[in-house]
Nanobody
C-alpha cells in the first residue's frame, strides 16, 4: 500500500517562506512523476507543481511560477515544495500525489494522495 505523508505546513506572514515535504512509506517514488496540489476553503483542488521522475523537468501553475520550486530526492523517497514570497491567496491545504498517467495538471491523472498539510499565510 502506497502511503504519502506531507509535512512542513504552518502559519507564516505574507512574504515568508515554507518548505513542504512529501515522504512515502511502503513504496518508492522513483520512476513516477510527482505532483503538488492545493485546496483553499470553498474552492476546488488545483494543480500547483509537478516534477518528472528524474527531477529534470518541472511544471508550475502560473500563480506560483517564480515563487515555488518543486524538487525531489529519490534516494530519500521524498518530494519537496519550496514556497517563497508567500501571499494570503496561497492559503490552502497542500497535497502531494503520485502520477498514474495522463496530463500532469489533472487530478484524475494521480492515483495516490497524501492527507494534506495546512498552509496559512497572514497579511
Amino acid at each position: 500500500q502506497v502511503q504519502l505523508v506531507e509535512s512542513g505546513g504552518g502559519l507564516v506572514q505574507a512574504g515568508g517562506s515554507l518548505r513542504l515535504s512529501c515522504a512515502t512509506s511502503g513504496s518508492t517514488l522513483s520512476g513516477y512523476v510527482m505532483g503538488w496540489f492545493r485546496q483553499a476553503p470553498g474552492k476546488e483542488r488545483e494543480f500547483v507543481a509537478a516534477i518528472s521522475w528524474r527531477g529534470s523537468t518541472t511544471y508550475y501553475a502560473d500563480s506560483v511560477k517564480g515563487r515555488f520550486t518543486i524538487s525531489r530526492d529519490n534516494a530519500k523517497n521524498t518530494v519537496y515544495l519550496q514556497m517563497n514570497s508567500l501571499k494570503p491567496e496561497d492559503t490552502a491545504d497542500y497535497y502531494c500525489a503520485r502520477h498514474a498517467g495522463g496530463t500532469y495538471y489533472s487530478m484524475a491523472s494521480y492515483n495516490y494522495w497524501g492527507q494534506g498539510t495546512q498552509v496559512t499565510v497572514s497579511s
